[in-house]
């Protein structure tokens, strides 16, 4: 097995492709190793490299984010844990976790339905598949006043690079397709 790895605009965080399917459908992120404990066997051991901070599941790929050391020191553990967990066809999340784990619920007011399903697509269709490929994602979490109110998960949460992001590349794609956004903050 051959995993390949790439550099994300957050110098905390590296991008790991194991050339297989990590997670079928939706996102998943870890802060804690507690968190990743009760929900993921795959999350918890990469928690067990010393400096490891975050760990984040999409698609076909896995983000991992440390707080110390650099990563010469750090990558060899974590492209030892990931090969043991596959090789060994693990599961990567724990049977009884609830997938697709969103943090909180949306909130739009119902007379911004037309809006709010215009922003989504926009950001589905456009701007997820571009944050997948730095090893992050963003969701949509709310819209009130004509701010955008979205979830930054994966390598886009802390990145030195993610307001740039937001209010000149999202905040502009979604005044340009949506005349009532004014604004896009993170949540």
Not at 53 to 58: D, E, H, L, P
Not at 109 to 137: F, N, Y
Request: charged fraction near 25%.
């Amino acid at each position: 097995m051959f995993i390949q790895t790439e550099v994300t605009p957050n110098p905390a965080t590296l991008k790991f492709l194991p050339g297989r399917v990590v997670l079928e459908q939706g996102t998943e992120e870890f802060t804690s190793i507690d968190e990743a404990a009760q929900r993921s066997p795959l999350a918890a051991r990469l928690f067990e490299v010393d400096g490891v901070t975050g760990v984040f599941f999409g698609f076909d790929f896995v983000t991992v984010t440390k707080d110390q050391g650099d990563w010469a020191h750090l990558k060899p553990a974590i492209l030892a844990g990931l090969m043991e967990h596959f090789v060994a066809n693990r599961p990567v999340m724990a049977e009884t976790s609830a997938m697709n784990s969103e943090p909180g619920e949306e909130f739009f007011d119902e007379g911004d339905k037309e809006t709010v399903a215009t922003i989504k697509e926009l950001i589905e269709t456009r701007v997820r598949p571009a944050v997948a490929q730095d090893g992050g994602d963003i969701t949509f979490r709310g819209y009130r006043d004509g701010i955008v109110y979205l979830n930054m998960r994966g390598a886009c949460s802390g990145c030195p690079s993610s307001t740039a992001t937001l209010k000149h590349g999202i905040q502009n794609l979604l005044r340009h397709f949506v005349p009532e956004v004014e604004e896009v903050e993170a949540a």
